[in-house]
């Protein structure tokens, strides 16, 4: 008996060891990931201004004269997405440039006790759009800024002139990548995985990401040199692309409905080779929303953008130039007619 509880107090010291150098390792791990985001946050720091919406603290650029378009980007990224692309760069020759670092991202807050879906993000850019005084923008969306450029045009139709979406997740398909987050999402969970593991995961795995975001195209040299690994791997921007990408699906899902009742003149871009976002889904959502455009980039994947930023570029104005030559009491007919919009854009040419 003697030599069993003998054992049994060495297997519970063994354990109580092993415990406690695990919890030293993580917490060793998380202070190593926190400085490591300070030090990414001031060797990038922020390069526009802050708003105060709702209590929350946006950061946003509002760059350039002309045609106000909104820019919303998508995933894993931040605003600056649109400078490293080129697009904004192309756009602020003709136009007044806005870019949001959306909830999480970038050098935006984004608070707990709100579920952050594609609607509540919508809905807090188009507060920040009235309180910066824009009116009627065209709104541009890539990835899951498409799902939120699409919330905000279909609950506020009157307030955005025009739409383009660049591959965008508008249907319910499998997504794999989904699984991949999901974890980082579940409270406790997610908390102590963002602080420790994840961020050097993700280190591990963000070159095999890059490949798969860009292919069957190369990633831009401009992208390898501009992106910052860094500043996507901080804690807070992890659970914000986490809860993000579980919230994808339902957002989705809650859209699909809608999309028949836009009015606006609207364009569906995506890369033929898209390997995140089949080109499938957008010419799903060409069928659905009567009168949009459908462009299809031959030889681009998810980050058309960035493969191809002067017909992105085109694109954005063609709608620009589209909605101003449309007449106001188009819209708020049950939908932009192809014959409105060609006429429209035959003149805008």
């Known amino acids: 008996m003697k030599l069993v509880a003998v054992a049994r107090t060495l297997l519970e010291s063994r ?14 791990l998380a202070l190593v990931n926190r400085a490591a985001a300070r ?3 001031c060797e990038h720091p922020p390069q526009g201004t802050f ?13 350039g004269v002309g045609q106000p378009i909104v820019l919303i ?20 020759e003709t136009n007044r440039v806005i870019i949001f670092d959306r909830p999480g991202f970038g050098h935006s807050e984004r608070p707990r006790g709100r579920v952050w879906t594609a ?9 920040a759009l009235k309180q910066l005084g824009i009116e ?13 450029a699409l919330s905000l045009a279909v609950r506020h139709q009157a307030d955005a002139a025009g739409l383009v979406l660049l591959s965008g997740y508008y249907f319910w398909t499998l997504r794999p990548d989904v ?3 999901t974890a980082g999402a579940i409270p406790v969970v997610g908390d102590i995985l963002r602080y420790t593991i994840s961020p050097w995961l993700g280190r591990l795995l963000m070159p095999l990401q890059k490949r798969a975001m860009f292919s069957p195209a190369s990633v831009t040299k401009r992208f390898q040199r501009e992106y910052s690994d860094a500043m996507a791997l901080r804690p807070s921007q992890i659970r914000a692309t986490s809860v993000d990408g579980t919230l994808m699906i339902p957002g989705a899902l809650g859209l699909r409905r809608h999309y028949a009742d836009l009015r606006m003149p609207v364009l569906i871009l995506a890369g033929s080779g898209d390997k995140v976002v089949w080109k499938r889904n957008a010419e799903r959502l060409h069928a659905a929303i009567p009168g949009s455009t459908l462009r299809i980039i031959e030889g681009a994947g998810h980050m058309v953008h960035h ?15 589209t909605a101003a030559k449309l007449p106001v009491a188009a819209l708020h007919e049950s939908a932009v007619s192809s014959r409105a919009v060609s006429e429209a854009s035959a003149q805008a040419v």
């Open 73 to 92: 980007h998508g995933n894993v990224v931040s605003g600056d997405d649109y400078d490293t692309s080129g697009v904004a760069e192309g756009l602020l």
């Open 136 to 148: 009627r923008p065209v709104v541009v969306g890539h990835s899951w800024g498409a799902i939120v």
């Open 15 to 28: 354990t109580a060891l092993a415990c406690g150098a695990a919890v030293t390792a993580l917490g060793a």
């Open 307 to 321: 493969s191809d930023p002067g017909q992105v570029v085109e694109a954005i104005q063609w709608i620009a130039g």
């Open 119 to 127: 609607t509540q993000q919508a809905e807090l850019l188009h507060k």
């Open 39 to 41: 030090r990414a946050e």
């Open 179 to 181: 699984l991949l987050v």
């Open 51 to 63: 708003l105060n919406v709702d209590s929350i603290r946006l950061h946003y650029t509002d760059r």
